[in-house]
Structure formats: structure tokens, C-alpha cells
């Protein structure tokens, strides 16, 4: 069964500080992708990186960084120099393969409140 | 070009109507998603539409129903509405890749609430 677990429901920072939201996720395919997703208050979901499992690499875009870990099941996402219109619920989400019916497995969502 | 629209923006119904939402793709998309999003949780999926046919269902009851038509737009259509379907509704658009990798463009959801 795929599964994504976001453990971090809610975390406050400080503008200016960094912060990194953790995603574990099941699988056993081989093929799959990873996403983020950022939804602000209004609700809709915006989509902030795509990574298929096969590409490793780290991925950098400008404040926004993203490590994927292939070894622990992990792809986290770190936010540098956070600022108050970070402020919004994140999600991560899986891309089951050809044999899932379900286009995006997603977390809970973590919270980031980013203070003034 | 435009994005994913969705109407109407919120609903309020009661237990056991029945409700439609409607979801217009972002020019050049043929696939829509739906998704259920409770409060405090992630969304989940309901169905999808490929070329106007059901191309793969999440594990929502057959009270939920869609359509998609001829210009890629689709319909959410809920029947005998419980409290437990108070939720974002949202749609989510993209080019058949296959099933892999897609990615999904999504509205500003319909909040429902079910009294």
C-alpha cells in the first residue's frame, strides 16, 4: 500500500529562521514520483516540485530546497530565511505507478506559521 | 492562459439533498481529478476523467458520481448528502501522461457544508 506521513502537524518559526518539513512515504514500486504542494489560506493547492525516484539529487530553488532520500523513504523540504508569506499548510504526495488507481497519495499536511 | 476554475465557491446544503460542483480544466488539459479535502487532512482522491470516461476511483461510495464533457470541463455530482461530505472539493487538471508523474494543476476548491 502507498502511504505518506507528514509527522509534523503544526510548526511555528521565527522570519528568518530555517525550516525543514519532514515526508516519509511507502511504496513498494520502484517508479514513482514525489511532490510538494503549498496551499495558503485560499485554499487552492499550488504545486512546488515534482522528483521521480530515480533522481537523487538534491534540488535547489532559490529559498526552497529539497532532499530526497531514497535509503529512509524520506523527502523533506527546507525552507532558508523563512519569510511570513510562507506561512500556509504543505504537503507532501506520492504518484503511485501504472498499477495504482489513485493519481496523488497525499499527508496530513504540516502547518507553518512563520512569525513577524 | 486560463487556470483551473471552479464554481461555486462555497455551498451550503442540507442532509440528503443532492449537490453538483463543476470544474472547468486549464486550456490544453484532458484530465480532471477530483479530491476530498476534510478538515485538518490531505486530500483524497475521489475519482478521475480521462477523454470523458471514469479512468481510475478512490473509495468514495457510488453516491458520488462525475462527468466530463466534449471541452474537457466535469462535474462532481453528490447524492443524499451526509454530514461527513462537508469538506474542500477540489479539481485538478493536467495532460494524460499516463499515470506517472502528472502534474496536476489544481482550482480553488468548493467548500461545502452539510447541515
Known amino acids: 500500500a502507498q502511504k505518506v506521513t507528514q509527522a509534523q502537524t503544526e510548526i511555528s518559526v521565527v522570519e528568518k529562521e530555517d525550516v525543514t518539513l519532514d515526508c516519509v512515504y511507502e511504496?513498494?514500486?520502484?517508479?514513482?514520483?514525489l511532490f510538494w504542494y503549498k496551499q495558503p489560506p485560499s485554499g487552492e493547492l499550488v504545486f512546488l516540485i515534482r522528483r521521480n525516484s530515480f533522481d537523487e539529487q538534491n534540488e535547489i530553488s532559490g529559498r526552497y530546497s529539497w532532499n530526497f532520500q531514497k535509503s529512509t523513504s524520506s523527502f523533506n523540504f527546507t525552507i532558508t530565511a523563512s519569510q511570513v508569506v510562507d506561512s500556509a499548510v504543505y504537503f507532501c504526495?506520492?504518484?503511485?505507478?501504472?498499477?495504482?488507481?489513485?493519481?496523488?497519495?497525499f499527508g496530513k499536511g504540516t502547518r507553518l506559521s512563520v512569525i513577524a | 492562459e486560463t487556470g483551473v476554475t471552479q464554481s461555486p465557491t462555497h455551498l451550503i446544503k442540507t442532509r440528503g439533498q443532492q449537490v453538483t460542483l463543476r470544474c472547468s480544466s486549464q486550456?490544453?488539459?484532458?484530465?480532471v481529478s477530483w479530491y476530498q479535502q476534510a478538515l485538518g487532512q490531505g486530500p483524497q482522491f475521489i475519482f478521475q476523467y480521462y477523454r470523458e470516461e471514469e479512468n481510475g476511483r478512490g473509495n468514495f461510495p457510488p453516491r458520488f458520481s462525475g462527468l466530463q464533457f466534449p471541452n474537457y470541463s466535469s462535474e462532481l455530482n453528490v447524492n443524499a448528502l451526509e454530514l461527513d461530505d462537508s469538506a474542500l472539493y477540489l479539481c485538478a487538471s493536467s495532460s494524460w501522461l499516463g499515470r506517472l508523474g502528472n502534474e496536476q494543476f489544481f482550482g480553488p476548491g468548493t467548500r461545502l457544508t452539510v447541515l
Open positions: 504526495a506520492l504518484n503511485p505507478p501504472e498499477s495504482g488507481n489513485t493519481p496523488l497519495v
Open positions: 511504496t513498494r514500486d520502484t517508479t514513482y514520483y
Open positions: 486550456s490544453g488539459h484532458n484530465t
